[in-house]
């Protein structure tokens, strides 16, 4: 029977997200599986990738990243460790490297992620922190998965209910801005569908200057003259408390998470 060199354990939007990373980034699609148990689900993938394998079980396979629920993640680990899977990573959210490296048994690495959902779009920021087994071979072979997908940065465990409350979560902070934004400008005087276009490129635009050029004050700074429009609406912000209200957000967020993997 064929090995396969990565399962992806788990067809939903982060797995198809993560095989259609792989995929562009020069992976045969002979290389992968994905193992799919709800048979409409499974049509779908092989609808979406054509010569990528879709099964209901883990065939073998050299390695397997865990894209289920997080009370399935045991049972996924222990039954890729039986199908030959020597490095696991998980993207399941609460589910400690203890408890990974206890379903897979000592001899498998275990690495544990925390990506985002910009990884749809292959621009995602992930974290990942590696199990007492883990070498730095197998941190780049993760870093190689997750990094088809946007970004990826090494941090230890402890750091990844931060990394949660930040980047996990930040996506939805970010829209709610950009709600908020769309409101504001229909509020002045703009039509709906010009403020979401409007909106939608001020925030493409502000991410592609801050990718390239960082030091968020400065380009701040660079649009605010003194005494102008733009110090007048910072202004508003500053006496709203929203610089705060971020630090709450991802700070709640984080102990939130915290709380979660402890349960």
């Known amino acids: 029977m064929t090995s396969y060199r990565l399962a992806v354990v788990g067809g939903g939007n982060m797995g198809a997200a993560l095989v259609g990373g792989l995929l562009h980034a020069g992976w045969a699609a002979a290389d992968l ?15 979406l990738f054509h010569g990528v394998a879709v ?12 894209a289920v629920k997080p009370y399935d993640v045991p049972a996924a680990c222990t039954a890729a460790t039986v199908a030959g899977a020597r490095r696991l990573l998980s993207i399941a959210a609460g589910i400690g490297l203890v408890e990974l490296q206890s379903a897979a048994g000592d001899a498998v690495a275990v690495v544990r992620a925390m990506p985002n959902t910009p990884a749809l779009v292959g621009k995602g920021a992930a974290a990942i922190s590696g199990g007492p087994t883990a070498t730095d071979d197998d941190m780049r072979w993760a870093e190689e998965i997750l990094g088809s997908v946007g970004m990826v940065v090494r941090v230890p465990e402890g750091q990844l209910d931060a990394v949660t409350g930040l980047a996990g979560s930040g996506p939805a902070y970010v829209f709610l801005v950009a709600e908020a934004l769309i409101d504001a400008g229909v509020l002045a005087g703009l039509s ?9 490129q001020l925030l493409v635009g502000s991410a592609a200057l801050l990718e390239q050029r960082g030091n968020p004050a400065q380009l701040r700074a660079m649009v605010t003259s003194p005494g102008g429009t733009t110090a007048a609406g910072v202004r508003a912000l500053e006496e709203h408390a929203v610089r705060a209200a971020f630090l709450d957000a991802v700070m709640s967020a984080t102990q939130r998470s915290a709380e979660l993997g402890r349960h």
């Open 33 to 47: 599986v994905v193992v799919e148990v709800v048979s409409s689900r499974a049509d779908e993938l092989r609808d």
């Open 55 to 66: 099964m209901a079980t883990i065939p073998p396979c050299d390695g397997a990243l865990i």
């Open 192 to 200: 709906r569908a010009h403020s979401e276009a409007l909106v939608a």
